[in-house]
């Protein structure tokens, strides 16, 4: 199969409960980080991987983020006239053009795997990545981008993998290993939140992937699994039974949880200190609330 990869799905469709009541009305997803929503994040590290069409599974209640993707012309012409050049370019770049984005429904939060199969039609038979936009990775070399190089010397299915504390194996999909080959790791099985004490490592995956059509296929036969949900760590783990290859791969990077507010927090600490306009106070901050609390 050809290994381009030129389309990702975003699967935006959860009912991000850990965030209530502030997802009563505002999508996770356009929860910002420092000053962009989380989507826009997910969106500029599948642009640096040559993601060219972007296809979103939404639920209802999510149009605030078909509107983040429409033009501003009243913003922008404001901004001409006043001058602000910068602010400008910033509203630019996050434009999309027209017909490179498209929007589904998940009408029932049934899980990640039954979201993701909801853009089957879409995809054709090419492979294609899929991007959970609360998974944040501050790289060097966008996450994506890596698993996309790496993917030109293995084909197959592929899941970004990092390892996880024990005690934490049972919150995550976790990596059954074979075979270890620097950051590439063949997988001989896969189990999605496996109870304390059972996973079969510490190789957790997390939210990149890179997969076939196949994937898609098995979606049919695979029933509801870990907490009743349509796993899409089930459909992959079916390629591994129909003997074809599974791959984790351990990118460079850290990343953040932004599914949970310890995680966002996190993020928003460590973006923020990043920046040059921002860095300074905040660290000043920072220590002095260390201290306070020390005194
Ligand atoms: P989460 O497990 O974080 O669930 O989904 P959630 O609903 O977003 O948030 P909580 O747990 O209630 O706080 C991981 C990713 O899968 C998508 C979510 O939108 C998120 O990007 N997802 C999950 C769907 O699109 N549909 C689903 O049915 C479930």
Redesign the pocket.
């Known amino acids: 199969m050809n290994r381009r990869v030129s389309k990702a799905i975003f699967?935006?469709?959860?009912?991000?409960?850990?965030?209530l009541p502030a997802t009563k009305s505002v999508p996770?997803e356009i929860m910002t980080l420092v000053d962009r929503p989380l989507i826009q994040y997910a969106i500029d590290e599948a642009r640096a991987a040559g993601i060219e069409d972007f296809i979103f599974?939404t639920s209802r209640g999510k149009s605030a983020l078909e509107d983040y993707f429409d033009l501003a012309p009243d913003l922008e012409s404001a901004l001409e006239q006043k001058g602000k050049t910068e602010l400008l370019e910033i509203l630019r770049s996050t434009n999309m053009d027209s017909g490179t984005i498209a929007y589904l429904r998940?009408h029932k939060?049934?899980?990640?795997g039954?979201?993701v199969s909801c853009a089957r039609k879409l995809i054709g038979d090419e492979p294609f990545a899929v991007i959970?936009?609360?998974d944040v990775i501050a790289a060097e070399k966008p996450c994506l981008q890596q698993m996309v190089e790496a993917y030109q010397d293995t084909g197959g299915a592929m899941v970004a993998a990092m390892e996880v504390a024990p005690e934490q194996t049972s919150s995550y999909g976790v990596l059954d290993v074979a075979d270890q080959n620097g950051a590439v790791t063949k997988v001989r099985g896969m189990v999605e939140k496996p109870a304390q004490g059972t996973a079969p490592s510490n190789l957790a995956v997390i939210g990149r992937y890179i997969l076939t059509p196949q994937v898609l296929k098995n979606m049919d036969s695979i029933g509801r699994g870990a907490g009743g949900?349509i796993q899409l760590t089930d459909a992959i783990a079916q390629e591994i039974t129909a003997g074809r290859d599974v791959f984790g791969y351990s990118f460079k990077g850290e990343r953040y949880d932004c599914?949970s507010k310890a995680g966002f927090l996190q993020a928003t600490v460590a973006f923020a200190l990043a920046r040059d306009d921002l860095r300074d106070d905040l660290a000043g901050f920072l220590a002095d609330l260390h201290n306070g609390q020390q005194a």
């Open positions: 699967p935006v469709a959860g009912l991000g409960t850990r965030f996770k599974v998940q939060a049934l899980g990640l039954h979201a959970l936009p609360d949900e599914g």
